[in-house]
């Protein structure tokens, strides 16, 4: 179910629009973070944070990088590993 925001924004002259940092920050996203957009049938876009990314840098991972359930990089497990 859609949750109303009461957010609304225009599209720049190139198609761009901002997305208020309160709303980047409850979907844990930051700069250079993939997401990926949805359609309903209903004509509403869905924009979420891409399930091929890893989880803590938002660089896209492939399947075999998964670590219990969630996604994460070669480099970010590395620096993972040398916190432990």
């Known amino acids: 179910m859609l949750k109303a925001t009461g957010v609304v ?3 720049d002259d190139l198609g761009r ?10 979907m844990g996203v ?3 973070f993939p997401v990926e957009f949805l359609t309903d049938d209903d004509g ?8 091929g ?6 660089v896209a ?3 075999d990088e998964a ?4 996604r994460v ?9 040398e916190r432990v």
């Open 73 to 81: 990089c070669g480099k970010c497990r590395a620096a993972l590993a």
């Open 53 to 58: 990314a890893c989880v803590f840098c938002g």
């Open 9 to 11: 924004r225009r599209f």
């Open 30 to 32: 930051g700069p250079h």
């Open 67 to 70: 670590f219990g359930g969630k």
């Open 44 to 51: 509403s876009i869905v924009l979420r944070p891409w399930a």
């Open 61 to 63: 991972t492939s399947e």
């Open 17 to 26: 629009i901002v997305i208020p940092k309160e709303l980047r920050d409850a």
